[in-house]
């Protein structure tokens, strides 16, 4: 299984950014997906969540900013960011609760390789 992150950048405050997060490989449930990110210095924090029912949660510092979205048919997670801020700057990276084998029931959580968005003043 991959996940496979894309979409981040540079911009100016105030500016947008979408995020995808595309899963693929043998895969053969999703549950949980979400994104993260780590500023310099700083431990990974939660951004967002989302449940295959489509229930979110958000970190403080990002609700009404940034809307998280799932396409369940295509295992893609998208993170829009909007009025973004210099704090946002960090590495975002995408995971995914998947089960990845018909020998068993069990779910694990996989990673994307991380997406560095960078926000300038």
């Known amino acids: 299984v991959q996940l496979q992150a894309s979409g981040g950048g540079w911009v100016q405050a105030g500016g947008s950014l979408r995020l995808s997060c595309a899963a693929s490989?043998?895969?053969?449930?999703?549950?949980?997906m979400g994104w993260y990110r780590q500023a310099p210095g700083k431990q990974r924090e939660l951004v967002a969540s989302?449940?295959?029912?489509?229930?979110?949660n958000y970190g403080d510092s990002v609700k009404g900013r940034f809307t998280i979205s799932r396409d369940n048919a295509e295992n893609t997670v998208f993170l829009q960011m909007d009025s973004l801020k210099p704090e946002d700057t960090a590495v975002y990276y995408c995971?995914?609760?998947?089960?990845?084998?018909?020998?068993?029931?069990?779910?694990?959580?996989?990673w994307g390789q991380g997406t560095r968005v960078t926000v300038s003043s």
């Open positions: 989302i449940t295959r029912a489509d229930t979110t």
């Open positions: 490989g043998r895969i053969y449930g999703v549950t949980a």
């Open positions: 995971n995914a609760n998947i089960r990845s084998s018909l020998m068993t029931p069990s779910y694990n959580i996989f």
